[in-house]
């Protein structure tokens, strides 16, 4: 039963994604990362969750971005690895359309790497492939489902020994994801390929 309703409040949660209404919101945390900020919280996790459908048809032709085990499980953040984030988030915010994949492909939920256009999830893949680029390990960048007044939306967790930082085509702001005001409800798993989990809390 517990696993039926899991199964369900998933599919619900990412049928869709939560559509940026007018400009995209940019706030003061656009600049260089606050190194020095409070304690670094974590997302703890609290047990196995079924994966958005179109994951895995998604991860049959990319199963590099699709990865996110391996020995690295936080990325040490330093002023050029916080400015990596800040790059990735923007570059990508401005450089791809955001358009539904109903209009896009005519169906509810694909997921790609976008050319101009996408949705949020192919936004949070394309950030997690520009990143990859740049040397962070893919078990440190997880795509994350939340819900956002209702609605599913997909962005992509940056993990860190300075905490877990949401990546998020709806700002061009890189926050803590404490300070997101999303439910947050499951992510990629970093210890069983292919797998995802259910977000708990913050933790240590």
Known sequence: MLKVLV??????ATAACSQTT????STAAIGPLALTAAEPQLMSMSGPAFAPPAFYSFCESRPDLCASTGPTEKMTMTDRRGAELHEVNLAVNRKIREVSDQAQHGVDDV??????????????????????????????????VVTASGQGHVVLTARTDRGDFILDNRTNALRPWTDVRYNFFARQSQSAHGKWERIASAGA
């Open 7 to 12: 199964f369900t409040c998933l599919s619900l």
């Open 22 to 25: 007018g400009s995209i919101t």
């Open 111 to 144: 997921w790609s790497v976008p050319q101009s256009a996408g949705d949020c999830e192919d936004f949070a893949i394309l950030k997690k492939k520009e990143l990859m680029k740049r040397g962070w390990p893919a078990s440190t960048l997880l795509l994350t």
